[in-house]
């Protein structure tokens, strides 16, 4: 079963940057498609960013700009780098092996989640 395992979050002032990582084990990213999402309390999740299998990218309107999405090959890590943070990015962040090969096909498995607290 394929676990991934979030880290990097905490509490920052508006206006700082954190890095977010997320190992994957008992599976390959290379062959994967990725993502980051976020639930704040009260709310739905958001799909944050997305990486392809060849590493294409997408971002949530709220976030383009500010965040990237990365992934390393021969780390088996991917990364969403925070910048420009504003209080309302506050919430649990989550990353998620969405599936495999060039359609995505497959079963998520989801991180438990790392959180990230900004104050104004």
């Known amino acids: 079963q394929v676990q991934v395992v979030e880290s990097g979050g905490g509490s920052v002032q508006a206006g700082g940057s954190l890095t977010l990582s997320c190992a994957v084990s008992?599976?390959?990213?290379?062959?994967?498609?990725m993502g980051w999402f976020r639930q704040a309390p009260g709310k739905e999740r958001e799909r944050v960013a997305r990486?392809?299998?060849?590493?294409?990218?997408s971002y949530g309107d709220s976030v383009k700009g500010r965040f990237t999405i990365s992934k390393d090959n021969a780390k088996n890590t991917l990364y969403l780098q925070l910048s420009a943070l504003k209080p309302e990015d506050t919430a649990m962040y989550f990353c998620?092996?969405?599936?495999?090969?060039?359609?995505?096909?497959?079963?998520?498995?989801w991180g438990q989640g790392t959180q990230v607290t900004v104050s104004s």
């Open positions: 008992r599976t390959t990213i290379g062959m994967t498609c």
């Open positions: 998620a092996v969405l599936g495999y090969g060039p359609f995505c096909a497959g079963v998520p498995s």
């Open positions: 990486i392809e299998e060849d590493s294409r990218t």
